[in-house]
């Protein structure tokens, strides 16, 4: 029909910078240091289109890990954008599927301190078959997707410093031709070795501000 295909053209140009969208937390956005380590190529294929897929993002320069957040840094992250969580707390993100095709998906917190793309913490928080469906729309698990962090005891005492650990939502399409790697940074506000709270350190650790605190604590 003449009308539909318009109105999937006009769509087509309305999202064409966009599959799955992010609104909340914020998740990781490119930096210098993204330059660095990736290379220049990575570094405007994300700003061009934040929720892309790594395979737009070649030629990588070899320290690069596109696997691990798209290949983009804490180093280069806005210190409020931090989310302070606890173990075993539920956390949702706000998804917007903006070009649906579905395909498996997966959550895990990821330590990021370990070598090439960094090693999951427990399980997976959540999994999907079909993520962002085609066709539409997204069921609401996905686009309001909740899921519960892993608890202290598996944790141990990794995530302690902000930076080394994140939860990321991974996306393969069904070729598995593009692959989407979306990261939110976490840092567990107690000490998950004892169970007390850490207020010491983190008011000594500048990536506590006031807007990282208050993130978190709608979340509790
Ligand atoms: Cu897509």
């Known amino acids: 029909m003449r009308l539909n295909r318009w109105f999937s053209l006009l769509l ?3 999202t064409v910078l966009g599959h799955a969208r992010i ?4 998740i990781r956005s490119p930096g210098g240091d993204l330059v ?4 220049q ?11 892309g897929f790594i395979e737009e993002q070649v030629p990588f320069n070899a320290a690069c890990e596109p696997t691990l957040c798209r290949g983009m840094l804490f180093s280069d992250q806005p210190t409020e954008n931090i989310q302070v969580v606890t173990p075993g707390q539920s956390m949702e993100m ?5 070009i649906p095709h579905g ?3 997966n959550v895990s917190l990821v330590d990021t301190t370990t070598d090439g793309a960094g090693t999951i913490i427990g399980s997976f928080l959540k999994t999907f078959d079909d993520f962002c469906p085609k066709p539409g729309p997204a069921p609401l698990d996905q686009t309001s997707l909740q899921f519960t962090l892993p608890s ?4 141990g005492t990794r995530c302690e410093n902000p930076g080394d650990c994140v939860v990321q939502l991974f996306w393969a399409t069904p070729d598995l031709a593009q692959n989407y790697y979306y990261c939110v940074d976490v840092s567990f506000g107690a000490d998950t070795s004892t169970g007390l ?3 010491g350190r983190l008011e000594a650790a500048p990536a506590t501000s006031g807007a990282a605190r208050r993130f978190g604590f709608l979340w509790f």
């Open 41 to 51: 190529a990575s570094f405007n294929a994300i700003e061009r289109d934040p929720t």
């Open 23 to 26: 609104n909340s937390p914020p």
């Open 197 to 199: 709270p850490a207020t």
């Open 94 to 98: 706000s998804i917007d599927c903006t």
């Open 36 to 39: 660095t380590a990736c290379g």
């Open 103 to 105: 395909g498996p998906a």
């Open 12 to 14: 087509l140009a309305w």
């Open 152 to 155: 202290a005891a598996e944790i």
